[in-house]
Structure formats: C-alpha cells, structure tokens
C-alpha cells in the first residue's frame, strides 16, 4: 500500500494505478507525543514514498491511529567530540551535541535537516532514531590533554538538547560535565528542560569560579500549544521552575525565546520575559524562527495540521521577516530576519528587557568573551594524572 517516485517529480495529488485507475494519495497521520507530522525522506534520497489507497486496505483501519512510535538509541562511534566553528555571528566557537537527534520533538527545530546526512528523515526519524555518544567524556578528557589546546568556552545545546529524556538514563551530558569540572573548563548550556537541575551538585562549584551559565529556552506560556509543539519537551512551568531552581544554586540563569514564532507565539514575547526575571532569570536572548532545507514542508504540515486558522498568516508574516522568503541563510540576519518586522521585534524585546533589569544576550549562549579565561580556568586544562600519563603511553 505505498509507490515509490523520483524525488524530483513528485507532489502530484493522485497516482496511477494499473489499468489507469486514479489512486488517492492518503494524508500522513499525527502519532501521538509526536512533533512531525511525516517521515518525508531527506533531500539526498533519490525517491520519496506516499501512502495511497489501492482500494485493498480495510477502512476502518485507514481511520484508525497510527501506530505507537518507540524510540531508538543507536550507538555514534565519532572519534572526536568537540565540534569547532568559524560562524561570525554566534558568540562560541566550540561545542558539544552529545546526542544527534532529539526527542523533544519540537516541530521548529532548525537541527532537524542534519538527520538527512545520516539517510533518515527529518521528520518523524529525528525523535524517534537517536544516536547516543557513550564514550564523549572519555574522547573529551583525551581532547582536552592535547598539548595545542587553549580553554575557551564550550556550548552544550546549541544543536539538540543535551537534556532530553535519553539523558535521564544514560547520563552522558553528566559525565562530560564532570571531565569539564575537573579541568576548571567554562561551559555554557541551554536547555528546554528541568533535568539540568539535576547536576547543580556539578554547575553550582563551577559558577562559584565563574566557570558556567545556563540558559533555559521557553517558546510559549500556553501548556496547549506546546503540547503540540514541543511534545516531549517540559511544559512551560516547569521550565520556569528550573530557572528557580538554578538560580537559587548561584548559577547564572537567563532565558532563551526561542524561536519566536510570528502571527504564532510572538505576541507573548513581554509575557515570557516578565515571568522569567520573576523566576530568577539575570539576562534573556531571542532568536526568530528559522526555517532551513526539509524543515520549512514539515513545519507547513504541523501547521495545516494543528493551526490551519493561522498557517497562511504565519508562513505570510515570515516572508516579511525574510525578504519575501520564508527562511534565509545570511550571516547576521539569520537569527533575527531583516526589515521593519524584525527591527520592531528587537525595539520590543529590548525595551521590556530594560523594563524588568534584564541583561541583553546577543547570542544563544552567554559565553565569556573569546581570549578570555574566567576565573579558576588553567591555561592548559590538563590534571597532572593526565600529564603523566601522556608520558606512559
């Protein structure tokens, strides 16, 4: 009950069966606790599938839900994982993902597209088949003994969640977290998510060096829209609860809108930043929706799916965010879009930031300026037990 078609020519309504009888192309089904509508295949595939109704399948079962999606962890071998950059316009220029894939599930994410490099899909693959780094605190600990290597701030989340649910039970994010503690290594993280909490035990000693900061992200105050948005993901008070929390430990917590989604959850913009400087938030950042290879059709069916009321007035009020295209690339206008939209986004996120004592934070994560070290940090970040054992092996 499928056909398969040339990636280049399809999107056709209707089908041709064999003696040329029209075949309906049947409508993908929302899985439940699931952000992705379907499991398009990614832009390197040479075909994409669509369901069809050949005339054999039963109705009722075509009505009925589509069955339960697990969740799989796969093991990623990668040899090294500290991940470097050069990008202009973002405030690091180092990070770690201890995980590919997310299941959050949120339906905006701008990493979804990197799952086509591994042959899966961006949609429903992405939180459904992850790829877990076991061994990243020992390739870490080996990284940082190298004898070229300088401690600059290291970004955790700034692709997908170091804290999803996985993390609960495999803990890698923890064990990366104690090499960097070891080392008197500055990190900063964002997170959707109140599992940060659990290694204050690790981040509070590190603050009180000035060694890290944590920026939790909040989308929407409404627990209905992000149900939907961002199924597996907190709900919003919890992710205000971790800011408490946080900041009740010293350690420096600000919050992240983001993305801001216009027509959408832009207009709650004041309202997110109210409720996190009462939560105990010290600074707050945004960064607009962005929209990059496969994700703009998986955003447009969540969309048809969930909002129809407000999905051309969305994808219309991006255009205007983007120079009449829903997603741009440039450096320097891709976190924030261009035109008067965007420059009345930034008059209003900056005016209610000053009004709650709010400091602005240009970027994602709030990292010390580069070429500075914080207080506590070494030169070489290297233990003598590792320096001794460089000359051992």
């Known amino acids: 009950m499928g056909s398969t078609t040339p990636a280049s020519r399809i999107s056709e309504p209707t089908l041709v069966g064999h003696g040329h009888a029209p075949l309906d192309v049947l409508p993908d089904r929302t899985h439940k606790r699931r952000g992705a509508i379907s499991n398009r295949e990614g832009r390197y595939e040479r075909f994409q599938s669509e369901r069809i109704d050949d005339g054999w399948a039963n109705a009722q079962a075509l009505e009925d839900a589509p069955p339960r999606l697990d ?9 090294t994982i500290i991940a470097r950059n050069k990008s202009p316009d973002i405030g690091f220029d180092r990070s770690i993902n201890p995980y590919r894939g997310c299941e959050h599930g949120c339906i905006y994410c701008f990493a979804r597209p990197t799952h086509a490099h591994l042959g899966l899909s961006p949609g429903l693959d992405f939180e459904t088949k992850l790829f877990a780094k076991p061994d990243a605190a020992q390739i870490l600990r080996r990284e940082l003994a190298a004898p070229r290597y300088r401690p600059r701030t290291i970004a955790m989340g700034t692709n997908t969640d170091p804290y999803q649910p996985v993390e ?5 994010t923890r064990q990366i977290l104690q090499v960097l503690a070891e080392h008197d290594h500055p990190v900063s993280i964002v997170t959707k998510s109140h599992l940060v909490c659990r290694d204050i035990d690790i981040l509070a000693p590190m603050a009180a060096k000035g060694l890290a900061s944590v920026s939790i992200s909040v989308t929407t105050l409404d627990p209905s829209l992000a149900r939907v948005m961002e199924p597996r993901a907190p709900l919003p008070e919890r992710r205000l609860a971790a800011i408490t929390e946080l900041a009740r430990a010293d350690i420096p917590v600000g919050v992240m809108v983001a993305p801001v989604i216009p027509a959408l959850t832009d207009h709650e913009l004041e309202a997110i930043l109210i409720r996190a400087r009462q939560a105990g938030a010290s600074r707050a950042g945004y960064i607009l929706l962005r929209l990059p290879g496969e ?8 969309l048809a799916e969930h909002v129809p009321d407000r999905e051309r007035r969305v994808l219309n009020r991006m255009r205007e965010f983007r120079n009449g295209e ?5 450096f320097g206008t891709r976190m924030r879009g261009s035109g008067r939209h965007a420059e009345l986004l930034a008059t209003r996120f900056e005016l209610a930031c000053r009004q709650n004592g709010l400091n602005v934070s240009r970027n994602s994560v709030e990292p010390e300026r580069r070429g500075d070290r914080p207080q506590g940090s070494r030169e070489t970040p290297r233990p003598e037990h590792e320096q001794l054992q460089l000359f051992s092996n």
Do not use: A, N
């Open 326 to 330: 829903l997603y741009r690339s440039e």
């Open 168 to 172: 609960r039970r495999m803990q890698i």
């Open 71 to 79: 969740t799989e962890v796969s093991l990623d071998t990668s040899r």
């Open 295 to 302: 994700l703009q059709d998986l955003f447009r069916e969540w």
